[in-house]
């Protein structure tokens, strides 16, 4: 049974998966953060003509 445990690799296939979630998410936070004010500052500005 242990051994069977251990030679197991789904549950590092979820690990995997979950941390190429998780740099994804972080990466799509970095952009949003990054254009966000960008935006602001071109939707404000065309309100203003």
Wanted: hydrophobic fraction near 60%; glycine fraction near 8%; charge should be negative.
């Amino acid at each position: 049974m242990v051994i069977r445990f251990l030679q197991d690799a789904r549950g590092a296939t979820a690990v995997e998966y979950g941390l190429i979630t998780s740099l994804i998410a972080v990466a799509i936070v970095g952009v949003i953060a990054t254009l966000g004010a960008d935006l602001y500052d071109l939707f404000a500005m065309i309100d203003l003509s």
